[in-house]
T-cell receptor
Framework: EADIYQTPRYLVIGTGKKITLECSQTMGHDKMYWYQQDPGMELHLIHYSYGVNSTEKGDLSSESTVSRIRTEHFPLTLESARPSHTSQYLC???????????????FGEGSRLTVL | KNQVEQSPQSLIILEGKNCTLQCNYTVSPFSNLRWYKQDTGRGPVSLTIMTFSENTKSNGRYTATLDADTKQSSLHITASQLSDSASYICVVSDRGSTLGRLYFGRGTQLTVWP
């Protein structure tokens, strides 16, 4: 079982509010990711990090920002939430230094955000 | 354009029956293909990984196949159980970087009825 945790699991918030989705992993993985998932659609990469102080934007443009101050922590922040941000956000990590180096992603349980 | 297409989009079967899910991809160059299972309201969990040289691999009641020539993979579930109800996602990795870029299918939503 993967040791990667997301909070909150569910969040309903009004337009214009600032929100932070937390993601922590205890596996010591250097690489972490944020994906956005809408019903019936594929996962879209919105941010990733190779390690501490490294953050990159993913394939899908997002108004969110991320930070990586500690290896185990990769929070995602929306400064001003809008209804278009309503979605499921999945955090994941991987270990590219593993012997198999097959790139398995370990996902958190997800944070379902609803912006009214 | 690198793509991953899954079929069917959804599937309903009775408990105890077998089923096969399909994944076609156009990703090139190819590194590996994974099948993930995603229970409702949870994050995906890896079931199997197929590399270029592998044709078939089993994980309990799940058997994945890969035909690298036709760029097709299948996931066969034997003697289905209610707990198999989930979305099954096919993910293909290319060899563009150390880890490879990942291409996700939209998943097949499987429902197992008692």
């Amino acid at each position: 079982e993967a040791d990667i945790y997301q909070t909150p699991r569910y969040l309903v918030i009004g337009t214009g509010k600032k929100i932070t989705l937390e993601c922590s992993q205890t596996m010591g993985h250097d690489k972490m990711y944020w994906y956005q998932q809408d019903p019936g659609m594929e996962l879209h990469l919105i941010h990733y990090s190779y390690g501490v102080n490294s953050t990159e934007k993913g394939d899908l443009s997002s108004e969110s920002t991320v930070s990586r101050i500690r290896t185990e922590h990769f929070p995602l922040t929306l400064e001003s939430a809008r209804p278009s941000h309503t979605s499921q956000y999945l955090c994941a990590s991987s270990d590219p230094s593993s012997p198999s180096n097959t790139g398995e992603l370990f996902f958190g349980e997800g944070s379902r955000l609803t912006v009214l | 354009k690198n793509q991953v297409e899954q079929s069917p989009q959804s599937l309903i079967i009775l408990e105890g029956k077998n089923c096969t899910l399909q994944c076609n991809y156009t990703v090139s160059p190819f590194s590996n293909l994974r099948w993930y299972k995603q229970d409702t309201g949870r994050g995906p969990v890896s079931l199997t990984i197929m590399t270029f040289s592998e044709n078939t691999k089993s994980n309990g009641r799940y058997t994945a196949t890969l035909d690298a020539d036709t760029k097709q993979s299948s996931l066969h579930i034997t003697a289905s159980q209610l707990s198999d109800s989930a979305s099954y996602i096919c993910v293909v990795s290319d060899r563009g970087s150390t880890l490879g870029r990942l291409y996700f299918g939209r998943g097949t939503q499987l429902t197992v009825w008692p």
